[in-house]
């Protein structure tokens, strides 16, 4: 892909990794629209980085998604890279039935749901465009599911498999289709969950994560892991049943 003179929007890129691919896109000399549901996050991001174009969407929300895809497009019509990066993260304990699932946001509607819908609206827009691309952000544990986070796991497994079957599918109309897979980065993603298991913590940085991102892309690899992630992309089923036994035993 190529790395510059883009017109890019990313989803959640006020913070973490989303905020990372932004500061790059800058820097690279690409035009970068962040969206999110915290305003002051937004403008912190935009302080920090003033090129930033910034708007305020609940890409959980149907009608914040029509109004995001019909803005982007009045206001930057030459938008040709859709990033499909916001995410939440939540631990869900189905031994109480259905009542901690219902007790928050949708994790269904913001990391699946989202990039199904906001992809069928941008392509219309996309098709014809000079490097046209979405990148779709996963996670290792579609592969090697988090029983802590069973929905949030069935989420981003389901986003691979969306990935892998729209890349074959508008491959036709010159849209390329990447799936971006992290392995855990410290970011704000999950804090409250990562605190119970006792401060749960990560060494790898955003920057450091997204400088691999950056070279995939360029190298136009379609599915980019990094350290685990790498590994668990090429392993084979027996491999990742006992990745899942290792991990699913310490917490
Ligand atoms: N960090 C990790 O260990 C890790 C590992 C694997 C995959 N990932 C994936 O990487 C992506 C980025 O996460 P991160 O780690 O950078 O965490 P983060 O810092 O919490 O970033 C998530 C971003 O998504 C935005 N967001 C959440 N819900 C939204 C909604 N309904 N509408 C619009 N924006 C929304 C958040 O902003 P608002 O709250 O203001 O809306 C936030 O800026 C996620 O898809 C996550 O699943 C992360």
Known sequence: MKMTGNTILITGGATGLGLAMAEYFLNAGNEVIICGRREARLLEAQKMFPKVHIKV?????????????EWTNAKFGKVNILINNAGIQRD????????NYNAGSSEIAINLEAP?????LFIPYLTGKPEAAIINVSSGLGF???????????????LHAFSMALRHQIKSIGIK?????????DTELN????AQRG?????????EFNEAVMKGLAEDIFEIGYGMTEHSIKASREELNKSFEQMNSRW
């Not at 199904?116 to 069928?120: A, E, K, V, Y």
């Open 199 to 207: 401060g749960f913590k990560v060494d790898l940085k955003p920057k």
């Open 144 to 158: 090697v599911p988090a029983a802590k986070m069973p929905v949030y796991s069935a989420t981003k497994a389901g």
């Open 92 to 99: 869900i304990d189905f031994k109480k039935g259905i009542d």
């Open 57 to 69: 969407c609940d890409v959980a929300l149907d009608k914040d998604r029509k109004e995001l895809v």
């Open 191 to 194: 804090q409250e969950g990562r």
């Open 116 to 120: 199904i819908i906001l992809s069928g």
């Open 177 to 185: 289709v990447f799936e971006v897979i992290p392995p855990a980065v």
